[in-house]
């Protein structure tokens, strides 16, 4: 164990009994995981994150550190679905979800499902709801243009 006024590159490792190298916290460990990656000539692409094989959030040993999809893009979410159908559409064309609930904490969720969903990221689409007591209409209104 190394002592709290330590100097140098060990102020920030210390060994542990499962034969991983620790950072001193969660942030610096990621950090230090992707400077190793940036060593190896890996460069750094969106919807990747380094992660370790032993599962330590702390460890940086160089043999531990893999390079992995994000979660959030390879499980599939509830809206998925919908934006799949939502990016398929013409502009101006829209599809109903009859049993959806009418309140707006419900619909601002749906919205932001829709939204974040990596197909439908570019279009822009309006959600209104249907005249009975529940279902939500969704709408395509057009597509986000890239730089501006």
Known sequence: MIGPYAQGDNAMQTVTKKDC?????PSLGRRTRFQL???RWIGRKYGF?????CGNPLCIRDEHIIYRPWKALTKPTKWGEYAKKLAALKVGKSFE???YPHSQTEI?????GIGGNRLSRLVRFAVRR?????GVRI???GIWKMGG
């Open 97 to 99: 979800v009859a049993d």
């Open 108 to 112: 601002s969720k749906l919205r932001g």
């Open 139 to 141: 709408t395509k209104i």
């Open 21 to 25: 190298v620790e950072a001193a916290n």
């Open 49 to 53: 994150t380094v992660d370790s094989l």
């Open 37 to 39: 990656l940036a060593q």
């Open 130 to 134: 249907l005249s009975g007591s529940t």
